[in-house]
């Protein structure tokens, strides 16, 4: 988590305006989807007191997709 929150911060100025990003890249439509899966995943597990369900859900988003995928792909 220290390593990915590092490299987002250190990239954090390539983008001009946080409040509006646009998606251009298949990478960041990816990422972006995954996301929304896994907030949708984890609304219905809390909503049901799976909280363990929940944290899995957090955790393989954050490094399957986030930081396997989003963070090592956008380095190429």
Partial sequence: IYNATNYLLLN???FEDL???TLHS??????????QTCVKDVRENLD???FN????TLYKFF???FCD???ELSKA
Wanted: hydrophobic content about 40%.
């Fill in 12 to 14: 954090e100025s390539k």
């Fill in 19 to 21: 409040e509006n990003i």
């Fill in 26 to 35: 298949e990478l960041a439509k990816y990422i972006y989807a995954k996301f």
């Fill in 48 to 50: 049901n007191y799976r």
């Fill in 53 to 56: 369900d929940a944290a899995n």
């Fill in 63 to 65: 490094w399957d997709d």
């Fill in 69 to 71: 995928w989003g963070i």
